[in-house]
């Protein structure tokens, strides 16, 4: 925020930044899944960010595709800027009961919703819960109806893999090893997740290291391939 203060008539207000664009879920519905170097962007801007604030122990408690605002996005630079401070909160804070859990539950990690403790692997988990459906267009917990009911009881169900599925599974073109880094912050495990922001990005940044992001394209969603095989129709065709 710019500015907190209050009118004359004594009603309080904060003034914030407009940031034009549309939030990271929308974009993926509208230009489909994010490509190799597109994907590369948003994780290395998401753990510098949080990297940043763990540095004072400072948690943002929502990462979530909802809370990441796209603006002015190309095929080869990926710019966002993550919103939304209303649940951030300081690490070892003790989460309140289940009904009363503070974030997402489609990005809240296992242990959070054991009413754990907040730590920095927290966030790396809703991290790559975000790159997963940046990616995929899906969500790492497949669920009947996932509603948030259904997505807490998967992850207190500790027989459950997470991801449901490999990533790799819906998008066989994505590197391999981008896609086993981004499902190592998926693990059920805190303690088998990278410790850090810092450290994770280092681990992306190995993972990558051999790999031409820009030369790896982006499959083409099934709706535009509708759009332009009608396109070809002639009228009454």
Known sequence: AYKATKTKEGLNYIVMEFVDGMTLERWVRANGPLSPLQAFQLAEGLLAYLAEAHTVGFAHGDIKSSNIMVSNA??????FKVVDLGHARWFRTPLRPRDHMVGTPAYLAPELVQGGTVDPRAELYAVCVVMYKAVTGESPLQTKRNNADEMIEYLEDSSLSIPSKP?????????????????????????????????????LEKAVAKEDLAAETVPIPPWKKALSWLSKLKPGA
């Open 167 to 203: 990533l790799l599974e819906f998008r066989p073109d994505f590197p391999e090893a981008f896609a086993k880094w981004i499902e190592k912050g998926l693990n059920r495990n805190r303690a088998l997740r990278p410790a850090s922001a810092t450290d994770f990005r280092n681990e």
């Open 74 to 79: 190309t095929s080869s630079r990926f710019r």
